[in-house]
């Protein structure tokens, strides 16, 4: 069976016992700051299990992609020296939300291994946890698998996710792969897990880890399982190795044809084979390559994969070609492979010119530093420098390293990694941190979506991230309330503005932060006392409230415009709205072209111009994400969450629990000021909407009045006017360059004939009166042509710095180089030079030494050609 095929009668045979096919969740998971990437099927069930999330199916079946390179579970440095070791992999599996358990588990997984796929059963091997009874019973007694071919293990057969989070006992099956393999099966003390390989995991979800250690149970026991797609494949094709399966096969072969390869065996066409499926996937969920988190682990993958192609003496770019290849063996499965197969493509294609600027470079350093290595370990401040200069990342270095039997050193890396993050700590700037405040106290009610005033209580008065009994005039605290209309900065959206008041208080609140379920007005104190107890009034500032919301508002419609215009790989990767502007940082690999600014921003005014109503609906988040639904960069969402909808046809629907305009043609216009770049792949807009666009328009239009005005034109006639002045400015400067190089070079002074001659070579070294930079030039190529073979140095004064060129004819190059004389010219007066062996400029400080340092040109010269 084909790895398709074997992927298509997971999901039908479960789907015939009642389970739900549910699409595979992205790679990036979504509200979980525990997990780096979904590595496993269960990830985008986890709240289901812990009782959070409901399902209108309590039984569910997937294959799900997944990535384990980086963090906790990494495979990267194994990817390509292994049979079974993958950056991305494919997990197949079945799951139970509370209804069935162990023994529908385990007879569902016999009767796919022995009924569909007709593996025999006395080439399974099962495991359970030592301690379970039951799973163990289930096994032996009515499934009837051989005591034989059966093992109790300990750590091996109990799975959690993380470090908290749900767990429980499981029960593997292992293949036996035959006994022409060495190995002993399962938990013997010749287990190698090369004979016997584990293909399917059964877990009995029973438990929630707490961060404590504690095993809480579960409300509802429930099953996960995993089964890798890639393992099995090779089971039922009959390979020992996951790079034999069909899939691996036709991409080897892709591989090896864009590398220029014929050895389908090596090891760096596996890596490249195995790291076009997890760049390409990653790149198609909204990952791009960066120096930071995600974005930084698909970095190292799609390096490592470029220096393998170069191990193979592919030195072009190569690796984005393989994106085809992929999508003809995985497009069915995964149709967004093909609809975004151009987008892939130009993303690796970007990355791989990058990292081609300073490979050759950062190679180049590490061999000098491994020719004056003593020892077998790569000091770890060289480590740094090839990761901070030139892109290496560490587990490419220690993959090079591994190739030649060295080691790095990880804890000098480590340690000059982390002083350059304190040098940049120390270079910014600190706000109160209240991550690490404890309230005992209610939580916050927020009335603000309808109210901009209301009736407080003070539950607690907090300075410096502590809480304190009372604050008078000219303390900065922050008040909790037990009810407030603040909005709390929350999804790039900042805080209210406004006053806190009663009698014998007067509090002006300028943010206001979110901890936990507690709302903090962070201000001053003005006049009066502040302390727990007491009642007050509390008052938004409406002006800033409705500022904001009319950006905050743009903010959605510009999203929305950004992926219709250059595509939907763009995702938002941060945000920031206050009352002035707004600022969106968004996904995407190059600048964005003026042309492309101009109908992003169209689109956004268009809408704004329907004046449709903007509409905010509360409602889970299943409900959420069948209505199209995007979720927001950094937000959290609970059970039940807003979506909001703006724009004609649904233009913009997200996730969203901001402040908003009523109608879109609030926000009155928008107006896009900068468009720059502040991270690899990650571009960053700012604009303007309502009256400060109003305003913009108006002082631009102000300025181009006055720039008419000043070379003597209208605004309507301004760029006819300076195309014609820069057509003569150009004329000019031509002329004048004309005239200069006539000046150095003509007059009453026979150039030439200060020439001195050496060796048959003719040497001249003078200083030119009125010249510049570029007429020197000028005068170099003329007098080398004119002397027809020699060696040409001109100094001049050029408003108080001196200029240099020298100038070295093809006959010459390989007795003198214009380089080198142009080094030694200029430190003498102050300055440095260089250039190529027959033309060099340089520059210095010190017009006094100018006729010093020329007359040392012929004595070196001398005496190199002596040398």
């Given amino acids: 069976m084909k790895s398709a095929e074997i992927r298509d009668a997971f999901l039908h045979f479960y789907e015939s016992k009642g389970h739900t096919i549910v699409p595979s969740s992205s790679l990036v998971p979504g509200n979980d700051p525990t997990l780096l990437f979904t590595n496993a ?23 799900q992609r997944c990535v384990r390179a980086g963090g906790k579970h990494n495979d990267l440095e194994n990817v390509g020296y292994t049979a079974r070791h993958h950056t991305f992999f494919e997990m197949l599996g079945n799951f139970s939300f509370g209804d069935y358990f162990k023994r529908d588990a385990i007879r569902f997984a016999w009767e796919f291994l022995t009924g569909v796929l007709g593996l025999p059963e006395e080439r399974l091997w099962i495991t359970v946890h030592i301690s379970d009874d039951e799973a163990a019973d289930i096994w032996q007694k009515e499934v009837g698998v051989s005591p034989e071919r059966f093992s109790r293990l300990d750590e091996d057969n109990f799975w959690q996710m993380g470090d908290t989070g749900p767990c429980g006992p499981s029960s593997e099956i292992f293949y036996d792969h035959g006994a022409d393999i060495p190995g002993g099966p399962p938990g013997s003390e010749n287990d190698d897990l090369d004979r016997y390989i584990e293909i399917w995991n059964l877990v009995f979800m029973q438990f929630e880890r707490q961060s404590d250690g504690e095993l809480k149970p579960l409300p509802n026991p429930s099953i996960d399982t995993g089964m890798g797609l890639e393992r099995i494949a090779a089971v039922m094709q009959g390979v020992h190795n996951n790079y034999d399966i069909d899939l691996f096969q036709h991409l080897l072969k892709a591989a090896a044809k864009a590398t220029g390869s014929s050895d389908l065996e090596h090891k760096s066409l596996r890596v490249i084979a195995d790291h076009i499926r997890s760049s390409a996937f990653l790149v198609s969920d909204g990952v791009l390559p960066s120096n930071e988190g995600r974005g930084y682990v698909l970095r190292r993958i799609i390096r490592r994969a470029i220096r393998h192609g170069h191990k193979l003496g592919q030195s072009g770019n190569f690796f984005h070609t393989l ?28 990355e791989e010119e990058q990292f081609a600027k300073t490979l050759d470079k950062g190679m180049s350093v590490l061999e000098d530093a491994l020719a004056a290595l003593k020892g077998t370990e790569i000091p770890g401040d060289v480590v740094f420098t090839l990761y901070d200069t030139y ?17 790095v050193d990880e804890a000098g890396y480590k340690t000059s990694m982390e002083e350059q993050r304190n040098r940049a700590r120390a270079a910014g700037a600190f ?25 407080s209580q003070v539950l607690a008065v907090v300075r410096e991230g502590a809480v304190i009994e009372q604050a008078g005039a000219g303390d900065e605290v922050a008040l909790v309330l037990d009810q407030t209309p603040f909005y709390a900065e929350s999804g790039g959206q900042a805080g209210d503005n406004g006053y806190i008041d009663a009698e014998g208080l007067h509090f002006e609140v300028h943010d206001c932060v979110k901890q936990g379920n507690h709302f903090l007005h962070v201000g001053r104190v003005l006049s009066g006392s502040a302390q727990a107890g007491i009642s007050v009034s509390a008052t938004v500032d409406n002006q800033v409230r409705q500022a904001t919301a009319l950006n905050h508002s743009a903010t959605h419609l510009l999203h929305a415009a950004l992926r219709q215009v250059l595509g939907e790989h763009v995702s938002q990767k941060g945000s920031l709205v206050d009352s002035e502007r707004l600022r969106f940082d968004f996904s995407h690999f190059e600048a964005v072209k003026p042309e492309e600014l101009q ?23 299943e409900a959420a994400q069948q209505k199209g639904a995007m979720a927001l960069f950094g937000e959290k969402y609970g059970e039940q969450v807003r979506v909001l909808s703006m724009g004609q046809d649904s233009f913009s629907v997200e996730l969203c629990g901001g402040t908003h305009v009523a109608r879109t043609g609030d926000i009155g216009q928008i107006r896009i000021v900068s468009e720059s770049g502040i991270a690899s792949g990650v571009r960053r807009i700012e604009a303007i909407t309502g009256k400060n666009a109003l305003a913009a328009f108006d002082a631009a239009q102000q300025r181009l009045a006055q720039a008419a005005g000043l070379i003597k034109a209208t605004p309507d006639n301004l760029l006819e006017k300076l195309e014609q002045l820069t057509a003569a400015n150009r004329k000019l400067e031509k002329d004048v360059n004309q005239l200069k190089t006539k000046l150095a070079t003509a007059g009453s002074r026979d150039l030439t004939a200060e020439a001195v001659e050496i060796a048959g070579i003719k040497v001249l070294a003078v200083k030119l009166e009125g010249a510049d930079g570029k007429s020197l030039r000028d005068s170099a190529d003329q007098l080398k042509n004119k002397l027809g073979s020699g060696v040409v140095l001109l100094a001049a004064d050029d408003d108080g710095k001196v200029a240099l060129v020298a100038g070295v004819t093809k006959d010459v190059t390989d007795r003198v180089k214009a380089g080198d004389l142009m080094r030694m010219v200029a430190e003498q007066v102050g300055g440095k030079g260089g250039g190529r062996p027959d033309m060099a400029q340089g520059g210095g400080t010190d017009v006094a030494a100018i006729d010093g340092a020329l007359a040392s040109v012929v004595p070196w010269i001398e005496a190199k050609l002596n040398a």
């Fill in 431 to 455: 706000k109160v941190d209240y991550t690490q405040l404890t309230l005992d106290v209610a939580a916050t009610e927020f009335t603000g979506y309808t109210e901009l005033a209301g009736k």
């Fill in 599 to 621: 109908a992003i921003e169209t689109l956004v005014n268009n809408q704004i111009l329907a004046n449709t109503a903007v509409t905010t609906e509360l409602c889970d988040m």
């Fill in 41 to 63: 099927g269960m990830n985008q069930f986890k709240d289901v299990f812990l009782g959070g999330d409901k399902r209108s199916y309590s039984r569910a079946t997937s294959s």
């Fill in 391 to 407: 892109g290496f990342p560490l587990d490419l270095t220690a993959d090079i390293a591994r190739e030649r039997s060295l080691t």
């Fill in 323 to 350: 994106v085809g290849a992929l999508a003809e063996v995985m497009g069915e499965a995964y149709p967004e492979l093909v609809e975004r197969q151009a987008q892939i493509a130009k993303v690796l294609l970007a």
